[in-house]
């Protein structure tokens, strides 16, 4: 509908009225895609601290990656296997310190990290 018919359809609506009505019109539906996409954010995000599948998964993912870096012979998806088994073999009150530790292990130099990893496996099954 051109502007000339919509103010002869709709004579109230001038060409300026038309786009604060076509903006709020749309408000409702902006404001609930961003009340989704904030609540969607806030339960991963939330999932990053902690414990739970998100948080291991992407920890073993970056501690894999490293030790693969460190022995190119390892193989990456075995050792994500191994990683997300052992923590959730890992006492409860002790799975976030672990969680944090092989998160810090993946940042070591190659030198630095069968150190660490045995730094994460006291931390999860020791509390250390």
Known sequence: MRSEEMQ??????????MKNFT???YRPLLLVAGLG???????CAGDLDGTGDLRTQIS???YC????SCDEDLDEQD????????IDDC????????????????????????GCTIDAGAACYFGL
């Open 91 to 114: 006492m409860a009150d002790e799975q976030e310190e672990a969680l944090d530790q092989i998160d810090e292990c993946a940042t070591e130099a190659c030198g630095d990290f069968a």
């Open 23 to 25: 903006v709020s019109m």
């Open 79 to 86: 050792c994500i296997d191994n990683c997300v088994d052992t």
């Open 65 to 68: 990656a490293q030790a693969k």
């Open 37 to 43: 996409f904030g609540l969607v954010l806030g339960a």
């Open 8 to 17: 002869v359809a709709c004579p109230l609506l001038s060409q300026g009225s």
């Open 60 to 62: 073993c993912e970056d």
